[in-house]
């Protein structure tokens, strides 16, 4: 039996309501005991002064494999959220293939099996090509894995094929996420519409465009009964149109970008037209910001998420009109969230937990986000006063587009354990890539 003993560190488990200096042992994949002072023939972990948590899930990345491994491909991207603290990410289909057949999905898990150093959950497409027209196989692919259905990257225009998603899911409890934009009002667009794309000369999209989807992707969960997660809100309308919307009872989530909390759209003008600040949402306005960071302090907010978007430097280094929407955003997500929002914030450690684990659990209805004895052991160690700077060289992911280069972070992922293998331990992966 394979042990592994955690020693000395202040476990935040706030599913099972603990935190205190405590032993986790792992026997095998499992959590086996939670306790003081416990010792066992183990490999043996110092955590003194690290915080040990329920493995973190990054409910939305972009993995790029198959067919864009230029950016990204299995093995990077799962090596970069194992640097990035996640135990769990789950992957966007809107790859080369799309992943819209049983098939697809199978052989993205086979993959993971083989390549991938952290879990890898599939999200699966809502329409056949993610063309918008045509529901995908949804339940069979349910059946081979996939865990929720997006058409992310193609917001769903047609609020019939949204009804029927969200009807058809709904006895599988599995979650419908669209990219709420009105194509419509969005058309050219580069960037947040406002002074600063006047300003500019570029096109804007209006932050009506969000909203108008998320007040239709609302009404049709509530007609439908079906359960709708809303990915990277980014606008002052739309956290209070799912605030209300909560506050009946209905069934929806929704997550937040850590860009989206910590730039506004200034920082076009400021970096001179960077491409790496160009991403789908755009950054917003002030207004927008300060009301995202307020969703979050209400609990309107489930989860923190990256969309990580990695992209080759051809796909950047062009004129703003041309250049690709999405940020690289696994390697610096918790660490520049535990300083802006614990550090220099309001929120605990364990709300930040929270955020990144036990509610990106259940939204996926995957296991996970607590560590009571008999869970799976993934489990994310954090350094909660290192103190260092984002270096995109340094990143595990093929895609080193960040607008955050240079920005200091404080509180970091120290270890990451996957079903007992430690995969990444002192900010350094330790080469293993076992997935049980
Ligand atoms: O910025 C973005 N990049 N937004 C999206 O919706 C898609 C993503 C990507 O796939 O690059």
């Known amino acids: 039996m394979r042990r592994l003993l955690i020693k000395g560190g202040r476990v935040l488990d706030p599913a099972e309501n603990v935190d205190a200096v405590l032993d986790v042992l792992v026997e095998d994949d499992r959590v086996s005991a939670v306790g003081v002072d416990l010792s066992a023939e183990a490999e043996v972990l110092d955590a003194s002064g690290l915080l040990v948590c329920p493995g973190f899930i990054d409910m939305h990345v972009h993995l790029r494999d198959p067919g864009e491994e230029y950016k ?13 603290g996640f135990t769990a990410i789950a992957c966007m289909p809107n790859t080369q293939p799309v992943i819209d057949n049983r098939a697809l999905v199978e052989a993205l898990l086979r993959k993971t099996q083989n390549m991938g150093c952290v879990r890898v959950y599939p999200i699966c497409a809502l329409s056949k090509g993610q063309k918008g027209e045509e529901l995908a196989e949804l339940a069979d692919m349910r059946q ?27 006895p599988f409890d599995m979650p419908v996420i669209n990219h709420a934009e009105d194509k419509s009002l969005t058309e050219g667009a580069v960037m947040h519409e406002g002074s600063v794309s ?22 049709l969960a509530r007609l439908t009964g079906g359960r709708l997660h809303i990915p ?52 917003r306005s002030l207004e927008h910001v300060e009301a995202l960071h307020q969703a979050i302090k209400e609990g309107v907010i489930d989860a923190i998420a990256s969309d990580h978007a990695p992209h080759h430097q051809d796909d950047k280094l062009v004129e703003y009109d041309y250049a690709a929407f999405g940020i690289s955003g696994l390697e610096t997500s918790v660490g520049l969230m535990a300083r802006r929002l614990v550090h220099e914030g309001s929120l605990s450690w364990a709300d930040l937990i929270r955020l990144y684990s036990l509610h990106p659990a259940r939204i996926l209805n995957v296991e996970g986000g607590s560590l009571a004895q008999g869970v ?61």
């Not at 081979?144 to 998603?165: F, K, T, Y």
């Not at 006047?198 to 009404?219: I, Q, S």
């Not at 506050?247 to 850590?258: H, I, L, N, R």
Request: a neutral charge; proline letters at 5%; hydrophobic letters at 40%.
């Open 72 to 84: 990204e491909d299995m093995a990077s991207g799962t090596r970069a959220a194992a640097r990035g």
């Open 198 to 219: 006047t300003l500019l000369g570029l096109r804007g999209m209006p932050a009506e465009a969000e909203e108008l989807m998320v007040a239709r992707d609302l009404m």
């Open 232 to 283: 990277h809100v980014s606008t002052k309308g739309a956290v209070e149109l799912i605030a209300a919307y909560k506050s009946q009872g209905f069934k929806v989530t929704c997550e937040v970008a850590p860009h989206h909390l910590l730039l506004t759209d200034k920082i076009v003008r400021e970096t001179w037209y960077d491409t790496n600040t160009k991403v789908n949402p755009p950054l």
């Open 376 to 436: 799976r052991a993934d489990i994310t160690i954090i350094a909660p006063e290192l103190e260092g700077t984002v270096t995109a060289q340094a990143f595990a992911s093929k895609g080193r587009n960040t607008p955050f280069e240079g920005w200091k972070f404080k509180g970091a992922p120290w270890g990451t354990v996957v079903g007992g293998d430690v995969v990444m331990w002192e900010g350094r992966l330790t080469g293993g890539n076992k997935v049980t």
């Open 144 to 170: 081979a894995g996939a865990v929720a259905a997006s058409d992310d990257g193609h917001p769903v225009q047609n609020g019939q094929l949204m009804r029927l998603a969200l009807d058809y899911l709904r």
